[in-house]
């Protein structure tokens, strides 16, 4: 079954230090992986994806590492800033099959002056 | 450019009653989604459609009716509501296959009593 797990529920940087995010999966199938940003009273809005043929994506301070083997994707954002304080979501979104787009429970960072 | 709209954006029910969330986006997207999203839980799939006249349950689909009459709507109600469906709830929209990102509405808080 298509499963995603965030198991930190919480993330606390210093202002332009790194923030290394974790993500693990379970489905095997053809996927595309994708990392949302959630701030409060707002829907989740698309920051980065990296389908599972890829190791790497990056879009300017964001860069999504995908571990096949170890079945484990992280999102690092670099330099931090206090403006990248939200909830941060993974997704799992198969292609083929099921087609569902599954979440992960979510991580909150936090990003101190 | 309103991407992804819902309707209404709060509503309060008494326990029994029933009501229907509106979602419309005009991005000519194939598949559509429902979310709710709760304290330490993330967001959960509820239904989604993968076009026009299709529906499909997610993870949390109990309680729980859609429909996709027109491509751009899906709707999603609550024929006798609960107080555990008291949530936040949201619709997003996706083209998929190499464009696999979804685009979220603001949500719809519901509270049930």
């Known amino acids: 079954d298509q499963q995603v797990k965030q198991n930190s529920p919480s993330l606390s940087v210093q202002e332009g230090r790194i923030s290394i995010l974790n993500c693990d999966y379970t489905?095997?199938?053809?996927?595309?992986f994708l990392w949302y940003k959630k701030y409060p009273a707002e829907g989740p809005t698309f920051l980065i994806s990296i389908s599972s043929i890829k190791d790497k994506n990056e879009d300017g301070r964001f860069t999504v590492f995908l571990n096949k083997s170890a079945k484990h994707l992280s999102l690092h954002i670099v330099p931090s800033q206090p403006g990248d304080s939200a909830v941060y979501f993974c997704a799992d979104s198969t292609q083929g099959g099921s087609e569902k787009l599954v979440f992960g429970k979510g991580t909150k960072l936090t990003v101190n002056p | 450019n309103a991407g992804v709209t819902q309707t209404p954006k709060f509503r309060v029910l008494k326990t029994g009653q029933s009501m229907t969330l509106l979602c419309a986006q005009d991005m000519n997207h194939e598949y559509m989604y429902w979310y709710r999203q709760d304290p330490g839980m993330g967001l959960r799939l509820i239904h989604y459609s993968v076009g026009e006249g299709t529906t499909a349950k997610g993870e949390v689909p109990d309680g729980y009716n859609v429909s996709r009459l027109k491509k751009q709507n899906f709707l999603l109600g609550l024929e006798s509501a609960a107080p555990s469906q008291t949530s936040v709830y949201f619709c997003a929209s996706a083209l998929r296959g190499f464009r696999p990102e979804a685009f979220f509405g603001q949500g719809t808080r519901l509270t049930v009593v």
């Open positions: 489905n095997s199938m053809f996927d595309y």
